[in-house]
């Protein structure tokens, strides 16, 4: 039985670590909930019972023999109280952003590279949203086939963006002006998520871009992306447009996808079946549809990827990290 921590344990995500540990029986033996000092004095329910929300303070932290820190409390809460939860011995497992590109820290999605683990120096980091659901679709494809090119298009639901990114669209429908989002984005779409960098993309492509060559030990892959907020509450949706290295039958691909772990195939077209965000939210897995050839190029592919990003894109990912991590004991 280990002891847990989660930090940003009042957050969309931390809640949902909260939901996820129970549903799994994961092995808590104490639970330990951190979020701001706004917090403080909280209760949250686990298996029944309050558990008191204390401020994320090295006084709080020192004594309780944390065996895993599930982080999610934005990048410059992780950049400071990582290395403290893991100077006291805790494995981080961290939803930020903060660490992903660090040489030192590996970026895992269990059913992609499990392997990258076993290098860990005291903290892992969870990919973002949109690169993880998109790696348990494409890895069996650049397993088999190679990958030359990626187009990522993304259409991210607002739970992405934290308790106000949903607040916003809930208020927006009502005509409340928006306080996370630059624009409404009830009745409306925002080529933004994050913030503008010099080369004219926004960091949450460059997230895109550079996390899938991490992830996939493959730094020649030619990719780029557009990432897009759409007024979705739940579930992220992407169109992945892919350049192959070798030819493939289409048939191939569907049994390829339909075996592979995390993922379901959910592509009948004269039944007007792909995956949306309604039908899949609360889902663990990675659901493909619209699965067809790109006409236009050699060998060219067309997915639809469908996930619930705040379980499988954040919550549901770091606890099968720390299942993975339990199970190599
Ligand atoms: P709090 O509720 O006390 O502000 P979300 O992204 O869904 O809005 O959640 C963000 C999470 O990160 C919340 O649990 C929030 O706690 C927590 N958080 C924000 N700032 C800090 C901080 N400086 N230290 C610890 N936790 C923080």
Redesign the pocket.
Known sequence: MYNVAI????????RKFIEILEERNFPVKELYL???E??EGKTLKFKGQDILVEA?VEKNIKDKKIDFALF???G??SKTFAPIFSKYGATVIDNSSAWRMDPEVPLVVPEVNPEDISWHKGIIANPNCSTIQAMVALKPIHDKYGIKRIVYSTYQAVSGA???GIKDLEDGIKGVAPKKFPYPIAGNVIPQIDVFLENGYTKEEIKMIEETKKILHNQDLKITATTVRVPVLNSHSESINLELINDYKIEDIFSLLSNSTGVVVYDNIKEDKYPTPLLFSGKDEVFVGRIRRDFSIDNGLNLWVVADNIRKGAALNAIQIAELIISKK
Do not use: L, M
Not at 7 to 14: F, I, L, Q, S, Y
């Open positions: 930090v940003g344990a009042t957050g969309n995500v931390g951190f979020a701001s706004r917090s994320t999610s409390a934005g410059d809460t934290g308790v106000q």
